[in-house]
């Protein structure tokens, strides 16, 4: 007779390290007998007990794969969990409950695109500024509060190998089913910092060496003007209001990106991505 462990595949061997990880947090959580589940029906909105909600076919499917992310339940309908290759549900290291979409419509509301699929999940814990060593590429988000904004950022911060995200404790989003949703699973791939007095912060990335580099559409030289350096830390204020007084006085340079036409700003989603891609640009040429 061949051996069980033998027919093991690699996703096997990835859901059986998920549950090891979640019997050990549980049991500290809980004590060595503490209850695996016991799941009760709640609110439309964030989950109680400082869960979130997270939901989508890309969403999940990353949250899954993050070894970091601990998943309490799983909401999910027989086509969601075929086209997320799920397996068996007794094999996951959390309850799962297959239901019909209504069911998350109830707790996303209807103009959520959940693609029949929501998990509820802790929070993923932050990262101090200090713990940045080898990091060349940082963006920073002065009170950007929109998560679609947010989300998207991240989304091509994760694109162009952007090594952690800073946004202060206030005036920034939430980590919530939105700003995940509008990641496409960019939320599980990048580290987030979060700091109570963003100048303070600055000026602790241009002591560890970072070129702070503000966008201001005002700002006297273009970005790629600007670069100097082999640690670059980017800058962006929220839409309209652009950079607080505070920060435009801390950063290293303000400077703006060339738009020839006769719009001279971008949506904040947009223009990092094409600051992070010129950032990108200058790294490369500068190793």
Known sequence: MSDDRDSKTPKDSHYARLRRAHRERTQDAHGKHGPKTGHKPQAAGDAEDGLVRLYGLHTVRAALDNPRRVIRHMRVTRNAAARLELGEADALPFPVE??????????????????????????????????????ALV???????????????????VAFGVNALVTTARHSPAESGVLAKAASGALEHIDHLTVRNLAVAIEELQAAG??????????????????????????????????????????????????PGP????????AAAVS????RIHLAGAR
């Open 98 to 135: 297959m239901v019909e979409p209504r069911d998350i419509d109830r707790l996303t509301g209807s103009d959520a695109v959940h693609q029949g699929v929501l998990v509820e999940a802790e929070p993923l814990a932050t990262r101090p500024l200090g713990d940045l060593e080898g990091a």
């Open 139 to 157: 963006l920073v988000l002065d009170q950007v509060t929109d998560p679609h904004n947010v989300g998207a950022i991240m989304r091509s911060a």
């Open 210 to 259: 970072f070129q702070a580099i503000g966008l201001d559409s005002d700002g006297a030289e273009q970005l790629e003007a600007t670069f100097d350096g082999e640690r670059i830390a980017l800058v962006l204020g929220a839409e309209g209001k652009g950079l607080r007084q505070k920060t435009r006085e801390t950063v290293s340079a303000l400077a703006r990106l060339d738009m």
């Open 263 to 270: 719009i001279r700003s971008l949506n904040v989603s947009n």
């Open 276 to 279: 992070l891609y010129a950032a």
